[in-house]
């Protein structure tokens, strides 16, 4: 008797563990692929859902949240022959659960060759100055490229960006000298505008100053001129009142 009812109770803890592990929860974000017999059979929303024991089994878990990938560098040659470095990073979200669960075997490695076939046919209709200055250009085309192709595996490519473009070693050598050069180039302008102006400067004080002194020789010519006429007025006006005076006395 006691053990029908050890086994009793091993029984019904087993069929408790089965019912339990029936009960599924899909989180916020995430949606559950449920196959049935080896098929597809439903995409699990978000709540609590229940499978059926040994019939029924989730195949895959997926996140519906933005998700960010960095990719290596990527090996490419522009237009004019000249072999870069670039690595992207690729913003995509999954829309469609089902086709993300069957539409591609490895569907990070998809994106990633995906990415690198299109940065390559992208980069080689483009010259080395074109791919430096057309950065936002190729993020554009990039991102609609890669939205068309990745559809069919219910994956939308939100942004795609160019993280960082290597030239060769030579290549980054000469855009430094040339670097350089501009900003010794911009400095000798600088300064040859600064003495310029300074030459400008000294220049016009000068001439200020000249004025001023010509101005006052000629002030003071005037008042010397004026001196000497009031002088020789008076001195006629005195020699005049003598002559007068001689004259009443004589009379």
């Known amino acids: 008797m006691g053990g029908l009812l050890v086994a009793f109770l091993i029984l019904v803890i087993l069929v408790l563990a089965v019912v339990v592990s029936c009960i599924k929860i899909v989180p916020q974000a995430h949606a559950y692929i449920v196959e049935r017999l080896g098929g597809y059979l439903a995409t699990w929303p978000v709540g609590l859902h229940l499978l059926i024991p040994f019939i029924d089994r989730v195949a895959k878990k997926v ?10 560098p990527q ?4 237009k004019d022959n000249v072999t870069m470095q670039i690595d992207t990073v690729v913003y995509f979200q999954i829309t469609d659960p089902k086709l993300y669960a069957y539409g591609v075997e490895n ?3 998809a994106i990633e060759n995906l990415t690198a076939t299109t940065l390559r046919n992208i980069i080689g209709d483009l010259e080395l100055d074109e791919t430096l200055t057309s950065r936002e250009t190729i993020n554009t085309q990039m991102r609609a490229t890669l939205d068309v192709a990745t ?6 490519v939100n942004r795609v960006e160019l993280k960082n473009i290597i030239p060769p ?3 980054q050598d000469a855009m430094e ?3 350089k050069a501009e900003r010794e180039r911009r400095e000798a302008i600088l300064r040859a505008e600064g003495e310029k102006k300074s030459t400008v400067l000294v220049a016009e004080g000068k001439k200020e100053s000249a004025i001023l002194d010509a101005e006052a020789e000629k002030q003071a010519a005037i008042l010397r001129a004026e001196a000497k006429k009031e ?21």
């Open 151 to 156: 559809d069919p595996w219910g994956i939308k």
């Open 107 to 109: 569907p990070l490695m």
């Open 231 to 251: 002088a020789t007025i008076r001195e006629a006006e005195g020699q005049a009142e003598a002559i007068l005076k001689i004259q009443q006395a004589n009379a």
């Open 75 to 78: 090996p490419v040659i522009t």
């Open 177 to 179: 000298k040339q670097m």
């Open 169 to 171: 070693a030579a290549i």
């Open 63 to 72: 996140t519906l949240k933005e998700q960010v990938v960095d990719f290596p």
